[in-house]
């Protein structure tokens, strides 16, 4: 029994539903995809200039936009159906270079503290797939000691059995410096590292040692006592301090005659010489 003209075009009105419904999923499986951030460098130096580099393939689907957060906050947009393409809103202490910023790179000049945080990167394909992938990385603001640290040791010369006390101390950075110290290059002391807020949002740090020393500190009757400050990977200095046992000290030589009898005898023959002359006067 053949269908009547009108089930034969809800049939037909269906069939083409069903294949726009696969073509648009189609071209949002090819519209976008393998979206990431690189941030560069990820720890940036305050007062320097930072990259965001927003990676994408499109698959030759057309852009809508790419848009920029720092947090939840909206600060660059690429659009590239507007013009200018490029837009920037307001966002304390971030300043975008528009001289290279573009669709896929954002270049921040002189960053402070405050943009330390998460940055994102939200990408969007136009019609007809309109897919949309965001990207999140962290960056990080610091401000490193700009010297190296201070060693300070109670005493000039040390031995055995005595007790070695020291100080170390690092100049303020952001974030304050981890300090370790060690005697011949083996970790000494537990003590924890101490820091106090400095002016311009910066903190100094310091931390103590107290040891006991024994013969096994003096390699070949030599101490060298090390401080190290470090901010993880992005900063390491160190200070240090050389002592001696007292076995390594110069000890006087015994001043010995070996020809003591032959200076004896020698004294004797003049004696008898001068008496005998005496004698025969």
């Given at each position: 029994?053949?269908?009547?003209?009108?089930?034969?075009?809800?049939?037909?009105?269906?069939?083409?539903?069903?294949?726009?419904?696969?073509?648009?999923?189609?071209?949002?499986?090819?519209?976008?995809?393998?979206?990431?951030?690189?941030?560069?460098?990820?720890?940036?130096?305050?007062?320097?200039?930072?990259?965001?580099?927003?990676?994408?393939?499109?698959?030759?689907?057309?852009?809508?936009?790419?848009?920029?957060?720092?947090?939840?906050?909206?600060?660059?947009?690429?659009?590239?159906?507007?013009?200018?393409?490029?837009?920037?809103?307001?966002?304390?202490?971030?300043?975008?270079?528009?001289?290279?910023?573009?669709?896929?790179?954002?270049?921040?000049?002189?960053?402070?503290?405050?943009?330390?945080?998460?940055?994102?990167?939200?990408?969007?394909?136009?019609?007809?797939?309109?897919?949309?992938?965001?990207?999140?990385?962290?960056?990080?603001?610091?401000?490193?000691?700009?010297?190296?640290?201070?060693?300070?040791?109670?005493?000039?010369?040390?031995?055995?059995?005595?007790?070695?006390?020291?100080?170390?101390?690092?100049?303020?950075?952001?974030?304050?410096?981890?300090?370790?110290?060690?005697?011949?290059?083996?970790?000494?002391?537990?003590?924890?590292?101490?820091?106090?807020?400095?002016?311009?949002?910066?903190?100094?740090?310091?931390?103590?040692?107290?040891?006991?020393?024994?013969?096994?500190?003096?390699?070949?009757?030599?101490?060298?006592?090390?401080?190290?400050?470090?901010?993880?990977?992005?900063?390491?200095?160190?200070?240090?301090?050389?002592?001696?046992?007292k076995g390594r000290e110069p000890v006087p030589e015994r001043v010995t005659s070996p020809n003591m009898t032959s200076r004896t005898s020698t004294s004797l023959q003049c004696l008898l010489l001068v008496l005998s002359c005496q004698f025969f006067r």
């Amino acid at each position: 029994m053949r269908g009547s003209p009108g089930s034969m075009d809800r049939r037909a009105s269906c069939l083409l539903l069903l294949l726009l419904l696969l073509l648009s999923a189609t071209q949002r499986g090819r519209g976008l995809k393998n979206v990431s951030l690189l941030v560069f460098p990820p720890a940036v130096q305050r007062g320097q200039h930072a990259s965001l580099l927003c990676l994408y393939d499109l698959e030759g689907a057309p852009l809508y936009s790419v848009k920029w957060y720092r947090g939840r906050l909206e600060f660059y947009r690429y659009s590239p159906s507007e013009k200018p393409p490029t837009k920037i809103f307001p966002f304390p202490g971030i300043h975008v270079d528009l001289s290279v910023s573009n669709d896929s790179l954002v270049v921040l000049r002189n960053v402070g503290f405050n943009l330390s945080g998460n940055f994102s990167c939200e990408v969007t394909a136009d019609a007809p797939s309109f897919s949309t992938k965001t990207v999140h990385q962290h960056l990080l603001v610091v401000a490193l000691p700009e010297e190296p640290p201070r060693l300070e040791v109670e005493g000039s010369r040390y031995y055995p059995g005595d007790i070695l006390k020291a100080n170390c101390s690092s100049a303020p950075s952001r974030p304050a410096s981890s300090i370790a110290f060690l005697i011949n290059d083996s970790p000494v002391g537990y003590s924890q590292t101490v820091a106090s807020r400095q002016p311009d949002q910066l903190e100094s740090s310091w931390q103590s040692l107290t040891t006991q020393l024994f013969p096994s500190h003096f390699a070949a009757g030599r101490l060298v006592l090390r401080c190290t400050a470090y901010i993880g990977t992005l900063y390491r200095q160190s200070a240090e301090a050389r002592f001696y046992s007292k076995g390594r000290e110069p000890v006087p030589e015994r001043v010995t005659s070996p020809n003591m009898t032959s200076r004896t005898s020698t004294s004797l023959q003049c004696l008898l010489l001068v008496l005998s002359c005496q004698f025969f006067r």
